[in-house]
Nanobody, 118 residues
Framework: QVELAESGGGSVQAGASLRLSCAFFGRTFSTYIMAWFRQAPGKQREVVAV???????NYADPVQGRFTISRDHAKNMVYLQMSSLKPEDTAIYYC????????????WGQGTQVTVSS
């Protein structure tokens, strides 16, 4: 069983930066693909960024160039550095994990709120 715990959300002004953190517990971290998703009010959950065990990354178009996903294998942590935040980035952000051999994200954190005001 995998457990994920996010932290680092908050309320900021447009243009500011925030770093989200996700702690991974329970299994071999290096065998899991990690991702950040977000869900804004009234909208579907969407993927923001993905990082492979080897630290290859992919980003959604709206955050490309502004957000950076990273992972620390020594600490079993995943991070999302968010810069140049916009009001449209306001959402609950979720950390998710899937084993490299599966197609679905089976494990989710509880979410952390990010609010960006103009």
């Amino acid at each position: 069983q995998v457990e994920l715990a996010e932290s680092g959300g908050g309320s900021v002004q447009a243009g500011a930066s925030l770093r989200l953190s996700c702690a991974f517990f329970g299994r071999t971290f290096s065998t899991y693909i990690m991702a950040w998703f977000r869900q804004a009010p009234g909208k579907q959950r969407e993927v923001v960024a993905v990082i492979s065990p080897g630290s290859s990354t992919n980003y959604a178009d709206p955050v490309q160039g502004r957000f950076t996903i990273s992972r620390d294998h020594a600490k079993n942590m995943v991070y999302l550095q968010m810069s140049s935040l916009k009001p449209e980035d306001t959402a609950i952000y979720y950390c998710a994990a899937r084993h490299y051999s599966t197609d679905q994200y089976d494990y989710w954190g509880q979410g952390t709120q990010v609010t960006v005001s103009s």
